[in-house]
């Protein structure tokens, strides 16, 4: 418990120093706890101290600390590859947002369960800014057509773009992800398209955050370095190896 309490404090220092190093209001830069395989104990510590935003990458995952956090105020994100069978799911769960949307025939699905239920979704689309084959995420070239195609679905709420930068201990490597995120985000703001806000940028994770706060970052996915190693490689929980 400390431990995590300690982590976070030293979060919030690195979130504030990259801020002031590249002259942007810390207030403009969101934590995201990334919470997989993170017990429900361990979320909650995070919780209890302040922290409001959490992030799953598995609907398995959510669907288990469901009933434990439903007491404990919070908004989830998530941010791992979404399948369509699993739709249901999520909206069961409260998801508030939708990190990882990066196909039309997802979307068209998730607005059709959605006008069903009654309900709207804010969402991000995700790019593939690694070039990587083994990612997820609409390939940049392909992201403005993404993005007009479902602002025409009216339940869903695009509200930014999320990448998951190369997974590299070169930080201008990473970087140049982030710069490519921040680019499409000011093409697609310029195009002024219909439904569609483009104030969020979520990138960056425990190893590159001052790199992509500095690129222009809202929110940071913070996992690691807060809750500690975990038992698989990040590849494991980013599904690189499900079907697409």
């Not at 404090?9 to 207030?27: F, T, V």
């Not at 439904?195 to 979520?202: G, R």
């Not at 996915?221 to 494991?236: E, L, N």
Request: aromatic share 6%.
């Amino acid at each position: 418990m400390s431990d995590v309490l300690n982590n976070l404090a030293l979060i919030k220092k690195r979130i504030s120093a990259a801020c002031e190093k590249s002259g942007r209001n810390p207030q403009e830069v969101k934590l995201l706890l990334a919470t997989k395989t993170v017990s429900a104990e361990g979320i909650k510590v995070a919780l209890e101290a302040g922290e409001t935003l959490i992030g799953e990458n598995k609907v398995q995952e959510l669907k288990e600390k469901f009933d434990a956090l439903i007491h404990t105020p919070h908004k989830k994100h998530f941010i791992g590859h979404l399948q369509t069978n699993k739709i249901k799911d999520i909206l069961k769960c409260d998801v508030t947002c939708i990190e990882s949307l990066d196909r039309y025939d997802l979307a068209e699905k998730l607005h059709q369960r959605l006008m069903y239920e009654q309900k709207k979704m804010d969402v991000f689309i995700q790019v593939n800014t690694s070039a990587e084959e083994s990612k997820f995420g609409v390939s940049p070239e392909d992201a403005v057509e993404l993005v007009k195609q479902v602002s025409q679905l009216e339940s869903l709420h695009i509200k930014g773009l999320m990448t998951i930068g190369l997974f590299s201990a070169e930080t201008e490597k990473v970087r140049q992800c982030f710069k490519l995120l921040k680019k499409l985000q000011l093409e697609i703001i310029q195009q002024n398209i219909p439904n569609v806000e483009m104030k969020e940028l979520s990138m960056g994770m425990s190893n590159d955050l001052e790199a992509a706060i500095d690129e222009g970052a809202t929110i940071v996915r913070v996992g690691t370095a807060i809750f500690g190693q975990r038992m698989y490689p990040d590849s494991y929980y980013w599904n690189e190896n499900e079907t697409k």
